[in-house]
């Protein structure tokens, strides 16, 4: 049976407030950009996406295109250039002062340096070469075209590895150079190491800085992920699914992209889901509406006799893995055929049964480490997921205390990197360290939750908690906000009972 094209509330429909209504087959087929922007760039910005925002936005943020005379902080420069230079004037080192106008002046003035600087030597200005007329010839070392206004010569003819303007601000390096980040001006001496046509924004000295926040990573870079909160940001998009990654490291702005190697994973193709029993009693994955908690069946499943998933969580390549409870063994879950037409999702078991009654929440943490809290001994475990077996087992404390784990679940904060736990006697949420066991609050709330499910929203940054029946939305800032969504029901007059809530892909 194939189920009907379900209505589902991506991450990201709901945060613009529609809903994804794309046939399963073609969502999950087609690069998954479902509700997405299809216009994506593709790090030159310049064929399929239009580029005015860059444009606009470079020159008008940094500033930097009028201090394109940078070259002229060169003394010998300005000596040697000084009319062809004086266009942009000593003035260009305002920066914020310059506006479009005197940059694009400024440019001009650039872009007319060597016939003006030809000029100048006509007029024998230049002390340096002994008149006589003649073209005024400049080194030109990285053969990047624009020459070192260091060591220019008056000759008829150029010398060999002379080019006829001085107006490079780094003659040592190829990949600087007037125009070398064109999406942030188009003539400004800058460095743009990765080819991404975004200037380095800390670059040497005399060099114009630009706004690419990695020059090293063409996958950086003002607007890269334009689909996420800000998207003019500086940000990486490592997968190309216009979504920035939410832990990219260096100056990067994390994005809401937990898995930014995989162009499958991103809020568009990702919602709540849950694995439970539909209304007939037949075991499903169904999604969860996160404005009232209602339940929607997007795929049956081929499960074995006895199966009672507590805890569910996925890794960076999409692997899903559950903790079946009625086997004490881990299974690999694959629903996303039935997207294609195929009856019913896979559940494969690891290959042997941990034996442990009960994990109460798993989740992948750093580097696709599988862990797993264990009710009966209060134990952090690491599990193989591919054996199924416990490698090693440390105890749970808070402030050195011995912790009891009780009913609790598990998720992985992509942005902070770190695994969450949410403790149901206690209503609280802690972030838990893999090295100690120790466990730190982070939402301490009145409520009680058993059994307790919990995943982590990387577009608003909070957890939604599972507590038996009812769907609860809770701030991990510290502000201990707590919103009650609504019971899980595939319709009225029937609450069902939730404990392995997790962001899984979904199709339909
Ligand atoms: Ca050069
Ligand atoms: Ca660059
Ligand atoms: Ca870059
Ligand atoms: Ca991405």
Redesign the pocket.
């Known amino acids: 049976m194939v189920p009907p094209v379900a209505w589902t509330r991506t991450l990201a429909s709901l945060r613009r407030g529609t809903t994804c209504a794309v046939a399963p087959a073609t969502l999950w087929l087609f690069g998954l950009s479902g509700c997405a922007d299809p216009c994506l760039d593709d790090g030159l910005g310049q064929s399929a996406c239009p580029t005015q925002d860059a444009g606009t936005d470079s020159a008008g943020s940094s500033g930097s295109s009028g201090s394109i005379s940078a070259s002229a902080t060169d003394s010998e420069s300005a000596t040697m250039t000084a009319g062809s230079l004086s266009a942009s004037g000593s003035g260009s080192e305002s920066g914020t002062g310059a506006s479009d106008t005197e940059a694009s002046g400024s440019s001009s003035a650039t872009a007319d340096s060597s016939a003006s600087a030809s000029a100048s030597s006509d007029g024998g200005s230049d002390g340096s070469s002994s008149g006589g007329g003649g073209t005024l010839w400049c080194p030109?070392?990285?053969?990047?075209?624009?020459?070192?206004a260091d060591g220019c010569v008056n000759a008829d003819d150029p010398p060999p590895g002379t080019?006829d303007n001085d107006d490079?601000c780094d003659?040592g390096d190829?990949t600087t150079?007037p125009g070398a980040a064109p999406l942030d001006d188009r003539d400004a001496c800058m460095h743009d190491g990765d080819g991404d046509d975004w200037g380095d924004d800390a670059p040497g000295p005399g060099i114009d800085p630009g706004s690419d926040c990695d020059d090293d990573d063409a996958a950086t870079f003002p607007g890269a992920a334009e689909l996420d909160a800000d998207p003019t940001a500086c940000t990486r998009d490592g997968d190309g699914d216009g979504w920035g990654d939410a832990n990219p490291g260096g100056t990067a702005v994390p994005g809401a992209d937990c898995f930014d190697g995989n162009d499958a994973l991103n809020p568009d193709t990702m919602a709540l889901g849950v694995f439970v029993d539909d209304p007939s009693g037949d075991p499903v994955f169904a999604s969860v509406d996160p404005t009232d908690a209602a339940l929607t069946a997007v795929a049956p499943l081929d499960t074995p006799g006895a199966w009672n998933p507590v805890s569910a969580t996925i890794d960076e390549t999409g692997t899903i893995v559950v903790n079946n409870d009625a086997q004490n063994r881990l299974y690999r879950v694959d629903y996303l055929g039935v997207c294609g037409g195929d009856p019913e999702g896979e559940t494969t078991p690891a290959q042997q049964a941990h034996g442990i009654d009960i994990f109460c929440g798993i989740s992948f943490g750093q580097d696709g480490v599988l862990y797993g809290v264990q009710n009966a001994t209060d134990e952090l475990a690491v599990l193989d997921p591919l054996t199924g077996l416990v490698v090693s087992s440390m105890p749970l404390q808070q402030g050195g205390a011995p912790f009891d784990a009780a009913s609790c679940g598990m998720t992985f904060d992509c942005h902070e990197q770190r695994l969450l736990y949410a403790h149901g006697p206690g209503g609280d949420i802690f972030s838990l360290d893999p090295a100690t066991g120790a466990l730190t609050l982070l939402a301490d709330t009145d409520l009680v939750w058993s059994p307790t499910g919990l995943a982590y929203d990387p577009i608003d940054r909070v957890v939604w908690v599972a507590g038996d029946t009812v769907l609860h939305r809770i701030a991990i800032d510290g502000s201990n906000t707590v919103e009650v969504i609504g019971d899980f029901d595939f319709g009225p007059g029937g609450d069902v009972t939730v404990s392995n809530l997790e962001v899984l892909p979904i199709c339909g």
């Open positions: 030109d070392t990285d053969m990047d075209g624009f020459g070192d080019v490079d003659d190829p150079f």
